[in-house]
C-alpha cells in the first residue's frame, strides 16, 4: 500500500529564514508527485507536478524538488503570507489509477514578522 | 471564472439525518472527486467519477453515497449511516489524460452534526 509522510509536522520560521519541507513515500514505483498548498478552511491550491526523478519546479519564492524516495519543498525567504499547510501527494499505483491520489498529512508552515 | 462551487459553506445537521453537499464544475473536468478532511489528517478519498453515470469507491466510502447525473454536478449524501459524519468535505475535479494530472479544488464544506 502506498504511503505518503511529510516531515516536520509543523514549522515555525522567522521571516527571511529559509528551510525545506519534506515529503518521503513508499510506492511501487514512482509515478510523479504533486504539491499543494492550503489556507485555514479553504480548499487546497495546486502549486506544482513533479513527473520524475532529478526534476525541478519553482514559483516564486517555493521550489520543488523530486527523488526516488522523496520530495522537497524548499522555502527561500519566506514571508509572513506564505504560512499555510503544504500537502504533497502520489498517484495511486493500482491497476487504472484513473488520478487517484494518496495525500500526506501535510506541515504547517508559520511565518513570523 | 472557471472553477469549482461548493456549497454550504458551512452546514448543520442532526444525528440521523440525511444530508447532500452540493458540488459544482466549469472547468469542463471529466473527472470529480470528493475528499474527507479530519484535523492534524490527510485527505481521504470518498468517491470518485470518471465519467457521467459512473462512480467508484474510495478508501471511506461506508455511509455516503454519490451521484453523477450530469458532468458539472456530483453531489455527496452523507447518511445517517455514516458513524462520525463531523469533517470537511472537499471536491475535485480533473481531466482525464496521460499518466496522471492534478486535481483542483473547491472551497469546501465543513459539516457538523450534533
Known amino acids: 500500500e502506498d504511503q505518503v509522510t511529510q516531515s516536520p509536522e509543523a514549522l515555525r520560521l522567522q521571516e527571511g529564514e529559509s528551510s525545506s519541507l519534506n515529503c518521503s513515500y513508499t510506492v511501487s514505483g514512482l509515478r510523479g508527485l504533486f504539491w499543494y498548498r492550503q489556507d485555514p478552511g479553504k480548499g487546497p491550491e495546486f502549486l506544482f507536478t513533479l513527473y520524475s526523478a532529478g526534476e525541478e519546479k519553482e514559483k516564486e519564492r517555493l521550489k520543488a524538488t523530486l527523488t526516488k524516495k522523496e520530495s522537497f519543498l524548499h522555502i527561500t525567504a519566506p514571508k509572513p503570507e506564505d504560512s499555510a499547510t503544504y500537502l504533497c501527494a502520489v498517484p495511486w499505483a493500482g491497476g487504472t489509477s484513473y488520478g487517484k491520489l494518496t495525500f500526506g498529512q501535510g506541515t504547517i508552515l508559520t511565518v513570523h514578522p | 471564472d472557471g472553477g469549482i462551487t461548493q456549497s454550504p459553506k458551512y452546514l448543520f445537521r442532526k444525528e440521523g439525518q440525511n444530508v447532500t453537499l452540493s458540488c459544482e464544475q466549469n472547468?469542463?473536468?471529466?473527472?470529480m472527486y470528493w475528499y474527507r478532511q479530519d484535523p492534524g489528517q490527510g485527505l481521504r478519498l470518498i468517491y470518485y467519477?470518471?465519467?457521467?453515470?459512473?462512480?467508484q469507491k474510495g478508501d471511506i466510502a461506508e455511509g455516503y453515497s454519490v451521484s453523477r447525473e450530469k458532468k458539472e454536478s456530483f453531489p455527496l449524501t452523507v447518511t445517517s449511516a455514516q458513524k462520525n459524519p463531523t469533517a470537511f468535505y472537499l471536491c475535485?475535479?480533473?481531466?482525464?489524460?496521460?499518466?496522471?494530472?492534478?486535481?483542483?479544488f473547491g472551497p469546501g464544506t465543513r459539516l457538523t452534526v450534533t
Open positions: 467519477s470518471q465519467i457521467v453515470n459512473d462512480f
Open positions: 472547468l469542463n473536468h471529466d473527472a
Open positions: 475535485a475535479s480533473s481531466i482525464v489524460a496521460g499518466p496522471f494530472y492534478e486535481q483542483y
